[in-house]
C-alpha cells in the first residue's frame, strides 16, 4: 500500500535527501502512522528511524532547515530531536531489545527494521513508511496492524506475557490507547496484563502518571479506570480509590457505589470541556474520605460524615507517593476537595449574602472550577431529580455573579494592611494587628461594612481603640 499521502510535509522530503546522501534507510514510525490512518490530523509527535545512527541523520537534517534548529542529543539511547513546524522530530537508530527479569532497562543493540517493529509494543505502533527512493511512501506492516485498526483491536507484536514482562509500563499504555483510541485489548492479552500487574512496580512513577494523565485527560476516561480497575492494576497504583467500590446494604439500607459514581464524575467533568489535569484528579478524588467515614446510622442508613474534610487530608500522602507535584498545585486538588459539598449545602432560598461571599473568599478564582466539580457530581438516574439539581445550582451561580459584581470578592484583598495599622497606632508587629484585619475582614464578608477603606479604616480605630491601642498624633 502507498501512502505518500501522509508524506505531505516537508520534513519527510529532508529526511529523504538526508538518508540518501548519508547512505542510511529511513522509515517514519509510529504514532505518526497510526494516527495518520486513523484519519487523525495532529498527532502529538513524530518518530523518525533510521537504519544506523539516528544522531549522524538528525544532524544532517537539521543542516537543510532555516533557521538551524538546536538538537538535543541523548547518547545513552543513541537518539536525537528536534523541532520542527512546532512538531518535535525524534530520530532514533533501528535496534534491537533484550530485558533482564528485574529491570525494565533493556540491553540495545543495532538492529534491522523488523527487528525493531518486532519490539514496538503494539501491532498498530509498528507501522512504518519508507522514506527511501526504491519504494518511497510504501506501508511497512510485518505484523498485522493495518488489519488490527480496522478491526479496533489492540495486539502485542510479540507474545503478550514477554511483552508486558519486559516493559510493564506497556500494560499502562495498552490501557491508555484503549481509552483515547476506544479499541478491544485483545482478550488473551489482558489476561496477560491480569497475570504481569505486579510488575508494575519496576517502572518509576513519573511514567506510570505520565499514561495515568493520558488517561485522565481523554474523552472518556471511565473506560481506561475500569480497564485499570479489572485489571488489578488500579488498586497497586491507587488503592484508595479501588476501596471506594462496592454497595452495602442494611435493614432495607443501601448506598450507592461511591467507585461507579467517581467514575460518572470524572466523564461529567471532561463533557463539560474541561481540560484541566488538575480539575480531573480533583473530580476523581472527591470522595476518598468516604471508605473512611463510612458509618450506618440505625433509622438514617448509610452515612459519610466529614468525607470531605477527611478526604482532603489524604491528599499529601498520595501526591506524595505518586510524585505528583507539590505546592500549589497540591493545594489546589485538597481545597477543590475539602470544599465539595459547600456548594450544595448553600442551595437554600434563606442563605445569606454572607455565606456566599465566605465561599467566594476562601475558593477565589478557583469558585468557576468549584462549580463545575459540584455539576458533574450529580450522577443521579432520576431525570425530575437531576434537572432539580441542576436548576438550583444554575440559580445559586447567578447569585455567586451577582454577589461578586457588587462586592469584589474574588481578588479580595484588605482594604487596610497590616502596615496601615502599625503606622496609625505607631505599634510593633503583634497579635492584636491579626485581630483587627480578621474583624475587617469578616465584617466584609458578612456584609456589615461595604468593601472600601473609609468604612475600613474608621473600623480599624474603633477595634483598634477596643485592645488598648492609641491612635498616633
Ligand atoms: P502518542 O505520541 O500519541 O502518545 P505514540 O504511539 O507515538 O503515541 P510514543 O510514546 O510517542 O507513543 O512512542 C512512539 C513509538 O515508540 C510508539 O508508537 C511505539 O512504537 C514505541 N514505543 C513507545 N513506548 C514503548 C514501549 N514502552 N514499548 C515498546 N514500544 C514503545
Ligand atoms: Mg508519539
Known sequence: MNLSSALHSKIFHIVNICSNKIKQESYVIGGYVRDFLLGKKNS????????????????????????IP?????????????????????????????????????????GSLQEDQKR???????????????????????????LDLKKKILRTTLDSDITYSDDPLRMMRAIRFSTELQFMIEKSSFKSIKKNKNRINIVSKERIIDEFNKILLSKKPSIGLSLLYKSGLLSIILPELTSLQGIEELNGYKHKDNFDHTLQVIDNISKEKSNSIWLRWAALLHDIGKSH???????????????????????????????????????????????????????KDETSDSAIRRLLFDMREDIEDLIKLCIADITTKNKEKKDRYKRNIFVLMDRIKKLEERDRIKNWKSPISGNDIMNVFNVHPCKKIGIIKNFIKDSILEGKIPNEFNSA??????KGEELGFKKKQ
Open 293 to 347: 467515614t463510612k458509618k450506618f446510622v440505625p433509622e438514617i442508613g448509610w452515612t459519610f460524615h466529614s468525607h470531605e474534610f477527611v478526604g482532603s487530608k489524604m491528599i499529601p500522602n498520595i501526591f506524595q507517593r505518586l510524585k505528583l507535584p507539590k505546592g500549589m498545585i497540591m493545594k489546589y486538588v485538597k481545597k477543590m476537595i475539602k470544599n465539595s459539598y459547600r456548594p450544595v449545602a448553600l442551595i
Open 44 to 67: 502529538r509527535d513524530l518518530d523518525i528511524l533510521t537504519i544506523g545512527e539516528g544522531i549522524r541523520l538528525a544532524k544532517e537534517v537539521s543542516r537543510y532547515i532555516i533557521p
Open 70 to 110: 538546536k538538537i538535543q542529543v541523548f547518547k545513552r539511547f543513541g537518539t536525537a530531536m528536534l523541532e520542527y513546524n512546532n512538531q518535535k522530530i525524534e530520530f532514533v537508530g533501528a535496534r534491537r531489545e533484550s530485558y533482564h527479569f528485574y529491570s525494565r532497562k533493556p540491553i540495545i543493540e543495532l
Open 120 to 146: 514496538r509494543d503494539f501491532t498498530i505502533n509498528s507501522l512504518a513508511i519508507s522514506l527511501n527512493n526504491d519504494n518511497y511512501g510504501e506501508l511497512i506492516d510485518p505484523f498485522g496492524g493495518m
Open 457 to 462: 479604616y474608621l473600623l480599624m480605630l474603633k
